[in-house]
Nanobody, 120 residues
């Protein structure tokens, strides 16, 4: 799979951004996907995840503020981020997992990352 992210930028606290991840060279609708982020000096962490069936999971720190979604017709995943805080500042990465079952396993792919900066 190939992943291309967009939508990062700089905003003031309380602002909004929408990240997009266009995925190619894969059967998009079958994949579980997610958004991760990594702040300077910190480990990469899960922000939100969405399965092929549409089940979503969010980190406690973003619940109620961020919304993950997918458009299978456009092979695109989104992360709508509202009420942004300075602590949301990080590089955000798109993640795709192709599950080929127990014998073959899971293939995981990452985007190049997009910077989100929130100023106070």
């Amino acid at each position: 799979a190939q992943l291309e992210e967009s939508g990062g930028g700089s905003v003031q606290a309380g602002g909004s951004l929408r990240l997009s991840c266009v995925v190619s060279a894969t059967i998009f609708s079958r994949n579980d996907m997610g958004w991760f982020r990594q702040a300077p000096g910190k480990q990469r962490e899960l922000v939100a995840d969405i399965t092929s069936e549409g089940t979503t999971v969010y980190a406690d720190s973003v619940k109620g503020r961020f919304t993950i979604s997918r458009d299978n017709a456009k092979d695109t995943m989104y992360l709508e981020m509202n009420s942004l805080k300075p602590e949301d500042t990080a590089v955000y990465y798109c993640n795709v997992r192709e599950n080929y079952g127990r014998e073959i396993g899971v293939f995981e792919y990452w985007g190049q990352g997009t910077q989100v900066t929130v100023s106070s």
